[in-house]
């Protein structure tokens, strides 16, 4: 058993406002589209929206950007490509109004501006359900000019922040030498570096820690997660194969699973549980607060705690969403603390 102390939790919170943030990954947009409807078309059996409302929301390695800068006043740079479209300058906009630096974005006009849309509708007495979604994306790993492009950025934005959040969609911008040239600048920097990606984990060897959930470490470590002792195994598998200070497992409603190459193994469980409403961009909350809390001086374990408690405000809600920091004192007042238990 071990103990967390309130005070300290609460101190932490405050000590989130203080590091300075880079996240380098594929940045995004959501674009909400919703309408009502009564009719169908003349033209083709489909349903004509009329459409009242549009909502842009920063999705993917931007969702964690937005995380970070609603937990620290802003301090938060951002490092990603964009295309020459019209998307670019709303995906530019929409970091902008949040307050987040977008000086070292790089523009290539071969590539898409990341947009996911999502249509929805009504109609009278009735709830509001997706229609269908429109990916608009470039998936190939970004061109030699490009790379070159993103590689000078990190070289002069890494040594400007604490912290660095290497954010993975499978969409291009992390390739193999922009990861290398990533981990190698932040330890001539002595800069903390996370990992959140979907895959190929062994791509981030020597970082400070990573946050794999369940599926993706069960899938790297060839280990069915159902028990403690599978956990332990898959855990020390991804530590000893990517050689990182520590791990971070997100286990869904089961919490969380910290593994550090001390050989300490703590396990921590869901805090304020309630009906979950959504768990998209979870993952994104975890790895912003997690890093954000690090970075501010707490130990990895208190820091993990604080990113599982994000975790469990942000998933009341629908899409993508931020914690704040009254919102995290407020769910630190609320935890049970008798709770916590760690396994040696």
Same mark, same amino acid.
């Not at 938060?76 to 670019?88: E, K, N, Q, T, W």
């Not at 910290?258 to 193994?265: D, I, Q, W, Y």
């Given at each position: 058993?071990?103990?967390?102390?309130?005070?300290?939790?609460?101190?932490?919170?405050?000590?989130?406002? %203080?590091?300075?943030?880079?996240?380098?990954?594929?940045?995004? /947009?959501?674009?909400?589209?919703?309408? %009502?409807? #009564?009719? &169908?078309?003349?033209?083709?059996?489909?349903? &004509?929206?009329?459409?009242?409302?549009?909502?842009? &929301?920063?999705?993917?390695?931007?969702?964690?950007?937005?995380?970070?800068?609603?937990?620290?006043?802003?301090?938060?740079?951002?490092?990603?490509?964009?295309? #020459? *479209? @019209? @998307?670019? =300058?709303?995906?530019?906009?929409?970091?902008?109004?949040?307050? &987040?630096?977008?000086?070292?974005?790089?523009?290539? =006009?071969?590539?898409?501006? %990341?947009?996911?849309?999502?249509?929805?509708?009504?109609?009278?007495?009735?709830?509001?359900?997706? /229609?269908?979604?429109?990916?608009?994306?470039?998936?190939?790993?970004?061109? /030699?000019?490009?790379?070159?492009?993103?590689?000078?950025?990190?070289?002069?934005?890494?040594? !400007?922040?604490?912290?660095?959040?290497?954010?993975?969609?499978?969409?291009?911008?992390?390739?193999?030498?922009?990861?290398?040239?990533?981990?190698?600048?932040?330890?001539? @920097?002595? !800069?903390?570096?996370?990992?959140?990606?979907? !895959? *190929?984990?062994?791509?981030?060897?020597?970082?400070?820690?990573?946050?794999?959930?369940?599926?993706?470490?069960?899938?790297?470590?060839? /280990?069915?997660i159902n028990n403690q002792e599978t956990l332990k195994q898959a855990g020390n598998i991804i530590l000893s194969r990517t050689n990182a200070e520590s791990v971070l497992i997100t286990l869904g409603g089961d919490g969380m699973?910290?593994?550090?190459?001390?050989?300490?193994?703590? !396990?921590?469980?869901?805090?304020?549980?309630?009906?979950?409403?959504?768990?998209?961009?979870?993952?994104?909350?975890?790895?912003?607060? @997690?890093?954000?809390?690090?970075? =501010?001086?707490m130990s990895k374990k208190n820091a993990a705690i604080l990113g599982n408690l994000a975790a469990s405000i942000v998933i009341r809600y629908f899409g993508c969403a931020v914690t704040t920091p009254e919102t995290l004192y407020s769910a630190v007042e609320k935890m049970q603390f008798e709770k916590l238990t760690e396994v040696l």
């Open positions: 058993m071990f103990t967390v102390e309130k005070n300290e939790l609460l101190k932490g919170i405050e000590n989130l406002k %203080t590091p300075r943030i880079l996240v380098i990954g594929d940045m995004a /947009i959501d674009e909400m589209v919703y309408g %009502t409807t #009564d009719r &169908i078309s003349r033209e083709a059996p489909v349903l &004509i929206l009329r459409h009242y409302k549009t909502k842009i &929301i920063l999705g993917a390695a931007s969702n964690a950007a937005h995380n970070a800068a609603a937990l620290n006043d802003g301090q938060v740079s951002v490092l990603g490509v964009y295309g #020459d *479209d @019209y @998307y670019a =300058s709303v995906l530019l906009n929409a970091f902008k109004e949040v307050n &987040i630096n977008t000086e070292y974005m790089v523009k290539d =006009s071969q590539r898409a501006t %990341t947009v996911k849309t999502r249509i929805s509708g009504s109609c009278s007495q009735s709830v509001t359900q997706q /229609i269908v979604r429109i990916d608009r994306e470039t998936i190939l790993p970004v061109s /030699i000019e490009t790379e070159n492009k993103i590689i000078k950025q990190m070289e002069i934005a890494i040594p !400007k922040h604490d912290a660095v959040i290497l954010s993975d969609y499978n969409i291009g911008v992390l390739t193999e030498k922009v990861i290398k040239r990533a981990i190698e600048l932040c330890r001539i @920097y002595n !800069k903390i570096i996370v990992v959140d990606s979907q !895959k *190929d984990l062994d791509r981030f060897k020597g970082v400070t820690s990573m946050t794999p959930n369940q599926p993706d470490s069960e899938k790297f470590a060839g /280990i069915f699973a910290l593994f550090e190459n001390t050989g300490t193994f703590t !396990k921590i469980p869901v805090f304020n549980k309630t009906d979950v409403f959504d768990v998209t961009g979870a993952g994104d909350t975890v790895v912003a607060t @997690y890093t954000l809390a690090m970075a =501010s001086g």
